[in-house]
């Protein structure tokens, strides 16, 4: 017995979130991505830490598009890499958006 705590290492409380580990109920608070009013899917982000998410997806995607400018030969890459961050903010929007469903306006 060497006295220290044998209980599991937790994650760090941020990447917890992220991951959806720790979040007992969504609260507003807890939505980076609202929901659409129509449609399905999700709106542009209410919180800071979703825009900060939307502002380097973007980012990322246009260094992507200057490689293209100087070597036009590189454009299935681009098209592959384009895709993966896309992925990523799919998966950061399913994890800290509300659920998407199909939404017509107001619920009756």
């Not at 760090?12 to 969504?26: D, H, Q, V, Y």
């Not at 030969?73 to 890499?81: A, E, G, K, S």
Request: charged share 15%; hydrophobic share 50%; proline share 6%.
């Amino acid at each position: 017995m060497s006295g220290q705590n044998d209980a599991p290492a937790k994650l760090p409380a941020a990447f917890a979130n992220l991951c959806g580990e720790n979040i007992m109920s969504k609260n507003n608070k807890d939505i980076w991505f609202p929901a659409m009013k129509y449609g399905i899917g999700w709106g542009l982000p209410t919180t800071w830490q979703g825009w900060t998410v939307f502002l380097i997806y973007t980012v990322l995607v246009i260094i992507g598009a200057l490689f293209i400018k100087r070597s036009p030969w590189l454009i299935i890459p681009f098209i592959i890499y384009v895709f993966v961050l896309t992925g990523i903010l799919l998966f950061i929007c399913w994890k800290k958006g509300e659920k998407p469903e199909l939404r017509w306006g107001k619920k009756l």
